[in-house]
């Protein structure tokens, strides 16, 4: 079955600066790769995802890049803000008619130093 | 729409106690799963379901079992609870789309549940 692991397990960065997480999969299967982030006592909510048919996406600070040959995709988070602090999670998922089951990484604990 | 709903919130149970952890949701979803959250661990797939009448095991299926008579319900239940399912267990939902887009799995709130 897919494995995913995740590095760092926590990362503390300076407010306004960027913060990496890097991810790697070990099924080259697999399709799909969201990444979540999860404050204090919440669920798990999707920040963004990219399919296996693209190399790169941005949304705002937010952006993920995918290299299939390395099996491995990471999250970067620039101008960081408090808010950003929280476990952010990546997965992934092999999808033909949906997506029923993600494996996850180990999670990343970011802490914003203001 | 009230998305993915869970209950209880919270739970304490017994070594040997038995229950059953509710979830359902409202947007028609085809496709269910639940996850469990412990530390240091991410989240691990328990069971999934594609559709009413079909479930399959995931990554840690042993002392749970669920059913899915229903679109909107898929409930986890926990045959003889051990101190090992202390943890968070969570439900999430998503289409069926053909994998063109929208693979977002929707997650609930989550039941906390603690076995002594």
Same mark, same amino acid.
């Given at each position: 079955?897919?494995?995913?692991e995740?590095?760092p ?5 300076q407010?306004g600066d $960027?913060?990496? =997480?890097k991810c790697t999969y070990?099924?080259?299967?697999s399709? *799909? /790769? ?6 204090l006592?919440?669920?798990p ?7 296996s ?7 705002q600070?937010?952006?993920?890049t995918?290299n299939?040959?390395?099996?491995h995709? $990471?999250?970067? =988070?620039?101008e960081?803000q408090p808010?950003?602090?929280?476990v *952010? /999670?990546c ?12 494996t ?6 970011l802490?914003?130093?203001? | ?6 209950t209880?919130k919270f ?5 040997g106690q038995?229950?059953t952890?509710?979830c359902?949701?409202?947007?028609n979803?085809e496709y269910?799963?639940w ?5 240091g661990?991410g989240l691990?797939?328990i069971?999934?379901s594609?559709?009413a009448?079909?479930t399959?095991q995931?990554?840690?299926?042993n002392?749970?079992n669920?059913?899915r008579?229903t679109?909107?319900?898929?409930p986890?239940?926990l045959l003889?609870?051990?101190p090992s399912q202390?943890?968070?267990y969570f439900c999430?939902?998503s289409y069926?789309?053909l994998?063109?887009g929208?693979d977002?799995?929707f997650f609930?709130?989550?039941t ?5």
């Amino acid at each position: 079955g897919e494995n995913v692991e995740q590095h760092p397990s926590t990362l503390s960065v300076q407010e306004g600066d $960027s913060a990496v =997480i890097k991810c790697t999969y070990s099924d080259s299967a697999s399709n *799909y /790769f969201p990444w979540y982030k999860q404050e204090l006592g919440k669920r798990p909510q999707l920040i963004i995802d990219i399919r296996s048919n693209v190399g790169e996406k941005k949304d705002q600070r937010i952006a993920v890049t995918l290299n299939k040959t390395a099996k491995h995709f $990471s999250l970067h =988070i620039t101008e960081t803000q408090p808010e950003d602090s929280a476990v *952010y /999670f990546c997965a992934a998922a092999l999808t033909n008619f949906g997506n029923e089951k993600l494996t996850f990484g180990t999670g990343t604990r970011l802490t914003i130093i203001p | 729409n009230a998305g993915v709903t869970q209950t209880p919130k919270f739970q304490v149970l017994k070594t040997g106690q038995s229950m059953t952890l509710q979830c359902a949701q409202d947007m028609n979803h085809e496709y269910m799963s639940w996850y469990r959250q412990d530390p240091g661990m991410g989240l691990r797939l328990i069971h999934y379901s594609v559709g009413a009448g079909i479930t399959d095991q995931g990554e840690v299926p042993n002392g749970y079992n669920v059913s899915r008579s229903t679109t909107e319900d898929f409930p986890l239940r926990l045959l003889s609870a051990a101190p090992s399912q202390t943890s968070v267990y969570f439900c999430a939902s998503s289409y069926a789309d053909l994998g063109t887009g929208g693979d977002e799995q929707f997650f609930g709130p989550g039941t906390r549940l603690t076995v002594l």
